[in-house]
């Protein structure tokens, strides 16, 4: 993701203004800008999406049908999938559909007869991101095909943990993980987000699993081996899910509760005791929640993400657990793209930001309103920060929040902070232009006008200007709008955030670096989660090993719980020759698959022969307990170090990507959506 570096100082501070950065810091991490990367409008936009084999032009699933059996012992799942589809091409000949390790035993076609019969089918070469176009001969077009499958035990959606790596100890465990195309490995699909379906499932499991899907799941299902589920809104199929294992739930609300181990599910109704008010101030912001109940499950330890927006189930990372509820602002995020991605969902990967920044955005104000402008404000700086360092080295064309075919080789690495911060701070500035009386509604009347529809930036853009810019005139011009959504950076004139409490936080580390005297503990003791982030992220690269012991005798960082913490400790702590905190910290990545958690460690690690060695060792240790992204994030990372270590003229830049992907497939030209053309803003 690669460096990109500034020559003029003058640009430097305009771009640290912008991040809220003081003057004398500028020079060492500013957002690079670019040039406008605009380009003459096209007549008509043409979507395609790179990361799919599926013709949604020719024929669209309207419905799936899935008939599964889940064996813990071969760690597949099996049966069949049945598509009802729309032909849009009545002349269309095939069926194109995504798979990803999958073996297919059978296709076969509904008559006009009512009867079923065996259609030819063949399955392409394998793409490491990709995966398999499976092909279907469907001369007839019927209105119903199906397919019979199994999955294998390497699927990169799925992951099987063994009883020991539950909570519990006693039972097997097994969960999905579809976004953003991993749904093509346990469903042969068309896995884009440009089309959309209804669902049902029948699922078999072994008698003491409780299954769970992205579905109407019943509080009060019995646990007999036997489940049924229906999924009556359309939904994309990275909104695919499933999980199984020892399970229990307990209510938080009329319409939400949480689904958990036994050991876990107390601590989990505890922390996310606000979740029914989080629903009732998304509804009084944006409309009413459109998809009957909101249940977390909450996932072992090993799930590589925060969490994931399953409608009517999120996923949640337990390390969002940690007593006082300072990170529940992941709940809010999940619940947020209930509008904000699942309502209103992007066309492509290229899209993404109109998910996470929106639903980022929308975050914000939930947090705001239910514990404070001060909480708000703080998250908002820790987020920047991020993408302040993030834009140290990411290549420009990455930092656009529309990008370009081709920009993108594997959507699972897609800049987090682009996405979700240069896209929720996009709307803080037209929220900060307009003043929220007018964003409020127009936000509303958005996810109103496209729910349960898949669109692209510029029908994002075409909704803003015809709605918004157009009829509050003199407010925000369409060039301010394009810099945002179309060039590299962040424009100038991009709000600022102030945290009061930070201040306190900087005060605090400044007067330790200057005499060694630690804060008063009046004041320490009421710090949250996100203080003391502050606090760390604020340190030099290094310090002193005697300074890192006496911060550690007094707040107890290493073997901390909190994973935000420890994402930002050990990193440090490694960096600074810091040893004493070595054991705890590969307990750590042994313990932890979140991405977001680990990966900061293991490339501190990974910096130094001694540090890539014991890195190897954790890893090896950990695997069994990672999930496939997650092993392959690390995996990567590993083996950019070892290559820099076997030829030191090679730039050293660890990444997440696993080394040797493939280029995605290739675009015709004339199939490529264009950005709008530059307007030149009206004279003052």
């Known amino acids: 993701m690669r460096p990109s570096n500034l020559s003029r100082l003058v640009l430097s501070l305009s771009i640290a203004a912008a991040l809220g950065l003081p003057a004398a810091g500028c020079s060492k991490s500013p957002a690079p800008a670019a040039a406008s990367a605009a380009a003459p409008a096209a007549a008509v936009e043409k979507v395609v999406d790179e990361h799919s084999y599926a013709e949604p032009a020719k024929v669209r699933t309207t419905d799936l049908a899935l008939d599964l059996a889940i064996d813990f012992a071969k760690k597949t799942i099996s049966g069949t999938a049945t598509y009802s589809l729309d032909w849009v091409d009545k002349a269309a000949p095939q069926l194109a559909l995504d798979s990803r390790d999958i073996s297919i035993q059978k296709a076969e076609g509904l008559g006009a007869d009512g009867k079923w019969s065996e259609l030819k089918f063949a399955l392409g070469g394998k793409d490491p991101i990709l995966g398999s176009k499976l092909t279907i001969e469907t001369p007839t077009r019927p209105s119903k095909v199906r397919v019979t499958y199994a999955t294998s035990p390497e699927a990169s959606g799925l992951q099987w943990l063994e009883p020991s790596m539950t909570e519990g100890k006693a039972t097997p465990f097994m969960f999905s993980q579809s976004q953003q195309i991993h749904a093509r ?91 029914e008010k989080m629903i009732d101030t998304a509804e009084k912001l944006y409309g009413p929640y459109r998809w009957g109940r909101y249940d977390l499950l909450v996932l072992p330890p090993s799930f590589p993400y925060g969490g994931m927006e399953n409608p009517r189930l999120t996923f949640a990372t337990p390390t969002v657990i940690v007593g006082d509820k300072s990170l529940v602002s992941l709940i809010a995020h999940e619940l947020a793209h209930s509008w904000s991605g699942n309502l209103v969902t992007f066309a492509t990967d290229k899209d993404a930001w109109l998910n996470e920044g ?148 900087n005060a605090a580390r400044i007067a330790w670096q200057g005499s060694n005297n630690l804060p008063n503990p009046i004041v320490t003791d009421a710090w949250t989660t996100q203080e003391w982030v502050h606090f760390l992220e604020g340190m030099p690269e290094t310090l002193k090993p005697e300074q890192l012991a006496q911060l550690d005798a007094a707040y107890k960082f290493t073997g901390t719980p909190n994973g935000e913490i420890a994402m930002r400790w050990y990193p440090l702590a490694e960096r600074s020759g810091y040893a004493a905190a070595r054991a705890e910290m590969g307990k750590f990545v042994e313990r932890v698959g979140r991405r977001k958690l680990i990966m900061p460690v293991y490339k501190a690690l990974v910096a130094t022969p001694d540090g890539l060695a014991f890195a190897e060792q954790a890893f090896a240790r950990a695997k069994p307990g990672y999930h496939p992204i997650t092993t392959g994030s690390v995996e990567g990372v590993i083996a950019d170090a070892k290559d820099k270590a076997a030829s030191t003229a090679v730039p050293f830049q660890p990444t997440d990507s696993a080394p040797g992907k493939p280029q995605s497939m290739t675009v015709p030209q004339e199939l490529h959506p264009v950005d709008p053309a530059p307007q030149t803003p009206p004279e003052s």
Not at 195 to 213: C, E, G, N, W
Not at 230 to 246: E, R, T
Not at 379 to 396: A, G, H
């Open 185 to 275: 490995s346990w469903v042969p699909l068309q896995d884009t987000p440009q089309i959309r379906f209804t669902y049902s499932a029948h699922v078999k499991a072994p008698a003491d699993a409780m299954v769970l899907m992205s579905a109407d799941n019943d509080p009060a299902a019995v646990r007999d081996g036997d489940y049924s589920f229906k999924m009556p809104q359309k939904i994309p199929s990275y909104l695919l899910a499933i999980a199984a294992g020892d399970l229990v739930f307990k209510p938080l609300g009329a319409r939400s509760g949480v689904w958990a181990e036994p050991a876990m599910v107390d601590k989990a109704v505890a922390e996310f005791v606000d979740t």
């Open 358 to 505: 929106t639903t980022t955005y929308v975050q914000s104000r939930i947090t705001e309103s239910l514990y404070g402008r001060d909480m708000a404000a703080m998250e908002e700086v820790i987020d920047r920060n991020e993408l302040k360092d993030e834009f140290k080295e990411l290549d420009p064309k990455l930092q656009r929040l529309s990008l370009k075919p081709g920009d993108l080789a594997d959507p699972d690495n897609s800049s987090s902070a682009t996405v979700y911060t240069k896209g929720a701070w996009f709307l803080q500035f037209l929220e900060q232009r307009y003043g929220r009386a007018v964003f409020d509604p127009w936000l509303k009347g958005y996810f109103d006008h496209f729910a349960f529809q898949s669109i692209t930036t510029a029908q994002f853009r075409d909704y803003l200007k015809a709605n918004l810019v157009d009829k509050h005139p003199n407010v925000v011009t369409m060039a301010e709008v394009d810099a945002w959504l179309y060039d590299a950076g962040i424009p100038n004139g991009a709000p600022v955030v102030e945290s009061g409490k930070f201040s306190t936080v």
